[in-house]
C-alpha cells in the first residue's frame, strides 16, 4: 500500500490519559506528516516529522518515526475532550511532491 | 488570514446535475490540491495545480470531472453531469510550493449529496 496505514482505527480514552496512534508504511519516504479532522471539518495540519529524524514535540504532542521498521507513532499526553477528533498520517514519499493519506484514527476522549 | 475559502459548504442535488464547486487559495500560495472524502475510500487526491497548471490530473475519477484554475486566487471543480457515487465531502488545500515538504493547509469542504 502506498498510503500509511493508521492503527488502532478507533480509540476512546477518559479525559487525561494519554492516546498513542501509530501509522505503517511501505514505501520510502521524504517525510511524514499527521493531520487532526474534527467532526465536518476540514484537516489541520499538527506535526512534520522528516526521514532522518526520530523523534519531534510540538506542545503535548509527541511524533516518533522508525524508518527501519516503516512506523510512526503520535503521541498526545493529557488528553483533554477538545482533543476528539480523527488523526491521519500522510506520507511523502522520496521524490513525489503528493502527500498520501491515511484512513485515519478516530479518537474520542471522554470528559 | 482568512485561510481557504470554499463554497458552497454543501450542495444537494439531483443526479444528472451540473454541480461546481468553488475554492479561494491562502494568498500567496502557489500550490493547490483537490481531495475527495469519503467514507470507503478516505481521502484521495483529485488533481495538483502548480502556479495555475494543472501538474497531476491522473486522480481524477473520469471525463465527467474537470478542474480549473484561470487565476491565482481561485479554482472550480466541475461535475458534468453528476452522479450518486459522486456524494462525498471535497477538499481543497494550498501550500505554498507543492513539494510536500510544506503544510498544506485544508478548507473546510464541500459536503455534495447527489440524490
Known amino acids: 500500500s502506498q498510503q500509511g496505514e493508521e492503527d488502532p482505527q478507533a480509540l476512546s480514552i477518559q479525559e487525561g490519559e494519554n492516546a498513542t496512534m501509530n501509522c505503517s508504511y511501505k514505501?520510502?519516504?521524504?517525510?511524514l506528516q499527521w493531520y487532526r479532522q474534527n467532526s465536518g471539518r476540514g484537516l489541520v495540519h499538527l506535526i512534520l516529522?522528516?526521514?532522518?529524524?526520530r523523534e519531534k514535540h510540538s506542545g503535548r504532542l509527541r511524533v516518533t518515526l522508525d524508518t527501519s521498521k516503516k512506523s510512526s507513532s503520535l503521541l498526545i499526553t493529557a488528553s483533554r475532550a477538545a482533543d476528539t477528533a480523527s488523526y491521519f498520517c500522510?506520507?511523502?514519499?522520496?521524490?513525489?511532491?503528493?502527500?498520501?493519506f491515511g484512513k485515519g484514527t478516530k479518537l474520542s476522549v471522554i470528559p | 488570514d482568512a485561510g481557504v475559502i470554499q463554497s458552497p459548504r454543501h450542495e444537494v442535488t439531483e443526479m444528472g446535475q451540473e454541480v461546481t464547486l468553488r475554492c479561494k487559495p491562502i494568498?500567496?500560495?502557489?500550490?493547490l490540491f483537490w481531495y475527495r472524502q469519503t467514507m470507503m475510500r478516505g481521502l484521495e487526491l483529485l488533481i495538483y495545480f502548480n502556479n495555475n497548471v494543472p501538474i497531476d490530473d491522473s486522480g481524477m475519477p473520469e471525463d465527467r470531472f474537470s478542474a480549473k484554475m484561470p487565476n491565482a486566487s481561485f479554482s472550480t471543480l466541475k461535475i458534468q453531469p453528476s452522479e450518486p457515487r459522486d456524494s462525498a465531502v471535497y477538499f481543497c488545500a494550498s501550500s505554498s510550493s507543492g513539494q510536500g515538504t510544506d503544510t498544506q493547509y485544508f478548507g473546510p469542504g464541500t459536503r455534495l449529496t447527489v440524490l
Open positions: 494568498s500567496g500560495h502557489n500550490s
Open positions: 516529522i522528516r526521514s532522518n529524524e
Open positions: 500522510a506520507l511523502l514519499k522520496a521524490g513525489s511532491y503528493q502527500l498520501t
Open positions: 514505501t520510502s519516504i521524504n517525510n
